[in-house]
């Protein structure tokens, strides 16, 4: 009931869906992020994902093992994040999740998504006109 | 004992390398490591953070490192 990848081909969004779809299910929420045209004020040209794959897998397992221990209505629970390059508009995560009642589905899907961000081992390196930065690495 | 470290992103740019070898005391500790490793790349001090993980899993400041396990230094994660 939970199914977790990190992949450096496009993220196939409507499977990702479909892959949390449960009988016992009322609600499915989702979150997608995407690669944005801008950051602080700079264009951004590209994107690069790069990844510590074991640990990011192991550590994806657990964020969603906390959100099922959490929320333990959840049906299922699927994320799926992208690594390598990305260009603006494209999915560079989906987080998809089933329960029996809305309220909860927004809960954890924000909760993952959140902690995601914190603890998963993938860092992301912005490319401009005249430059690059990898975000969050300073102060 | 001798250490095999995994870098990535800016700590891996900042090396210089996608790993490093390092000769270390026997039960170093993850603090005792970084702090070694901004004495040779100060560098690294200047990020907003780097951790030490051990076999997949964030180390405590006082997690004894041993020869056969799975080291690497995490930099600031940005993920999503």
Request: proline share 3%.
């Given at each position: 009931m939970i199914h977790i990848?990190?992949?450096?081909?496009?993220?196939?969004?409507?499977?990702?869906?479909?892959?949390?779809?449960a009988d016992g299910a009322g609600a499915i929420n989702t979150f997608i992020g995407t690669v944005r045209n801008q950051s602080t004020?700079?264009?951004?040209?590209?994107?690069?994902?790069?990844?510590?794959?074991?640990?990011?897998?192991?550590?994806?397992?657990?964020?969603?093992?906390?959100?099922?221990?959490?929320?333990?209505?959840?049906?299922?629970?699927?994320?799926?994040?992208?690594?390598?390059?990305?260009?603006?508009?494209?999915?560079?995560?989906?987080?998809?999740?089933?329960?029996?009642?809305?309220?909860?589905?927004?809960?954890?899907?924000?909760?993952?998504?959140?902690?995601?961000?914190?603890?998963?081992?993938?860092?992301?390196?912005?490319?401009?006109?005249?430059?690059?930065?990898?975000?969050?690495?300073?102060? | 004992m001798h250490l095999n470290i995994a870098l990535f992103g800016i700590a891996r740019e900042i090396v210089g390398q996608p790993t490093l070898e390092i000769d270390a005391p026997a039960g170093q500790s993850a603090r005792g490591l970084l702090a070694e490793l901004h004495a040779r790349y100060p560098a690294l001090a200047a990020l907003s953070s780097l951790a030490v993980a051990v076999n997949n899993e964030y180390a405590a400041d006082d997690t004894p490192l041993h020869e056969r396990d799975e080291i690497a230094l995490i930099p600031p994660v940005s993920g999503g």
């Open positions: 990848d990190l992949t450096d081909q496009p993220i196939a969004v409507a499977d990702a869906l479909r892959s949390v779809e004020g700079r264009a951004v040209i590209r994107l690069e994902y790069e990844a510590y794959d074991s640990m990011a897998l192991h550590q994806l397992r657990k964020v969603a093992e906390q959100a099922v221990a959490q929320w333990p209505m959840l049906q299922k629970v699927t994320v799926i994040h992208r690594k390598g390059t990305l260009h603006i508009g494209d999915v560079a995560v989906v987080v998809a999740v089933s329960t029996p009642h809305r309220a909860e589905s927004f809960a954890a899907c924000q909760y993952i998504i959140d902690t995601l961000k914190q603890v998963v081992t993938i860092w992301k390196k912005e490319f401009y006109q005249d430059g690059d930065v990898w975000v969050a690495a300073h102060p | -």
